[in-house]
C-alpha cells in the first residue's frame, strides 16, 4: 500500500468515521448533563469497484446549547477518499481532512451577542498541515423568526499555521467574519448557509457550506450539501480553491 495508519485499509477508515460521528451523538442524548443539546450527524458513504476502485466516506456531527444567556455551538468533521493507481495497482489517498469548531456566544440582547471561537483543521492536500485560530467579536441576528434566520459576526484572533511543503510555522493576527442563514421552506425540508472568513498576512482561509436538508421521519433525513474552501496561499503546486458535493443520511438528536 502506499499509505499505513488507518488509511491501509479503507472500509477500516470508513467505519473508525461513521463509528465516532455515531458514538458522540450516542453519548449526548445519553448523558443528562446534555440533555438541552440539540444537533445532527451525518454520513455519506460511495464504494465504485471494477474498472475503478474507489472510495469516499465523510461524517460530521453539528450540535448546539441555547441557553437563556449563553449559547455553545461545536462541530466535528471528516473526509477521506481513495482512488486506485491503475499503473501500480496500489490505493492512494486523494482526499484527507479533519475539522473541530467551537463557539460560545454571550447575549446582550435576544439579537446581539459577544462571541468566542476556537477552530483547528487539518487538510494533508491543503497545502498546510493545519490551521489553528482561537477569535472573539460581537454578532447580530438580523432576522430571527420561526421560518427564517440571518446572522453576523466580526472580530479578531490569533491562527498558527504550518506549510506542508516547507514545515515552517507561522502565527498571525487575522480578522474574522461570518454569515449564517437558514429558511424553513417547508415543514420538512430547511435551506442552510453558513460562510466564514479569517484574514491575515500570512493566509486567507474562506470555507462556505450551503445544504438543502429534508427530513423523512421525526430523526432520520436526507441532506445535500455543496462546500467550497479557499486559501489564499497554498504550497506550489496546489490549487487555491477545493469543492465537495455530499449527499448524506443524517440523524438529528
Same mark, same amino acid.
Given at each position: 500500500? /502506499?499509505?499505513?495508519?488507518?488509511?491501509?485499509?479503507?472500509?477500516?477508515?470508513?467505519?473508525?468515521?461513521?463509528?465516532?460521528? @455515531?458514538?458522540?451523538?450516542?453519548?449526548?442524548?445519553?448523558?443528562?448533563?446534555?440533555?438541552?443539546?440539540?444537533?445532527?450527524?451525518?454520513?455519506?458513504?460511495?464504494?465504485?469497484?471494477? #474498472?475503478? *476502485?474507489?472510495?469516499?466516506?465523510?461524517?460530521?456531527?453539528?450540535? /448546539?446549547?441555547?441557553?437563556?444567556?449563553?449559547?455553545?455551538?461545536?462541530?466535528?468533521?471528516?473526509?477521506?477518499?481513495?482512488?486506485?493507481?491503475?499503473?501500480?495497482?496500489?490505493?492512494?489517498?486523494?482526499?484527507?481532512?479533519?475539522?473541530?469548531?467551537?463557539?460560545?456566544?454571550?447575549?446582550?440582547?435576544?439579537?446581539?451577542?459577544?462571541?468566542?471561537?476556537?477552530?483547528?483543521?487539518? +487538510?494533508?492536500?491543503?497545502?498546510?498541515?493545519?490551521?489553528?485560530?482561537?477569535?472573539?467579536?460581537?454578532?447580530?441576528?438580523?432576522?430571527?423568526?420561526?421560518?427564517?434566520?440571518?446572522?453576523?459576526?466580526?472580530?479578531?484572533?490569533?491562527?498558527?499555521?504550518?506549510?506542508?511543503?516547507?514545515?515552517? *510555522?507561522?502565527?498571525?493576527?487575522?480578522?474574522?467574519?461570518?454569515?449564517?442563514?437558514?429558511?424553513?421552506?417547508? /415543514? #420538512?425540508?430547511?435551506?442552510?448557509?453558513?460562510?466564514?472568513? *479569517?484574514?491575515?498576512?500570512?493566509?486567507?482561509?474562506?470555507?462556505?457550506?450551503?445544504?438543502?436538508?429534508?427530513?423523512?421521519?421525526?430523526?432520520?433525513? @436526507?441532506?445535500?450539501?455543496?462546500?467550497?474552501?479557499?486559501?489564499? +496561499?497554498?504550497?506550489?503546486? @496546489?490549487?487555491?480553491?477545493?469543492?465537495?458535493?455530499?449527499?448524506?443520511?443524517?440523524?438529528?438528536?
Amino acid at each position: 500500500m /502506499a499509505y499505513n495508519g488507518c488509511f491501509s485499509l479503507s472500509e477500516r477508515c470508513m467505519r473508525r468515521i461513521l463509528t465516532v460521528s @455515531l458514538s458522540l451523538a450516542a453519548m449526548l442524548t445519553a448523558a443528562p448533563a446534555m440533555a438541552d443539546w440539540q444537533g445532527k450527524v451525518e454520513a455519506g458513504v460511495v464504494f465504485s469497484r471494477g #474498472n475503478t *476502485e474507489t472510495t469516499t466516506a465523510n461524517g460530521k456531527l453539528d450540535m /448546539a446549547n441555547d441557553l437563556e444567556k449563553w449559547k455553545h455551538a461545536a462541530l466535528l468533521a471528516a473526509l477521506y477518499a481513495e482512488n486506485e493507481n491503475s499503473l501500480t495497482g496500489e490505493a492512494e489517498t486523494s482526499a484527507e481532512r479533519y475539522e473541530a469548531r467551537w463557539q460560545s456566544d454571550y447575549k446582550f440582547t435576544p439579537r446581539a451577542y459577544w462571541f468566542g471561537g476556537l477552530r483547528y483543521e487539518r +487538510d494533508e492536500f491543503s497545502g498546510f498541515d493545519y490551521q489553528a485560530s482561537a477569535s472573539t467579536g460581537v454578532g447580530y441576528r438580523f432576522i430571527d423568526t420561526e421560518r427564517t434566520k440571518f446572522y453576523g459576526q466580526a472580530g479578531v484572533g490569533y491562527k498558527k499555521l504550518r506549510d506542508s511543503l516547507t514545515r515552517e *510555522e507561522d502565527d498571525d493576527i487575522i480578522f474574522r467574519g461570518d454569515l449564517g442563514y437558514e429558511r424553513q421552506l417547508t /415543514a #420538512n425540508t430547511k435551506l442552510v448557509d453558513k460562510l466564514i472568513v *479569517e484574514s491575515g498576512a500570512t493566509n486567507t482561509f474562506v470555507g462556505n457550506d450551503l445544504e438543502l436538508a429534508v427530513m423523512m421521519s421525526e430523526r432520520f433525513g @436526507l441532506s445535500l450539501g455543496y462546500g467550497v474552501r479557499y486559501n489564499s +496561499d497554498p504550497s506550489p503546486g @496546489l490549487k487555491s480553491t477545493d469543492t465537495l458535493m455530499t449527499v448524506n443520511l443524517t440523524y438529528s438528536f
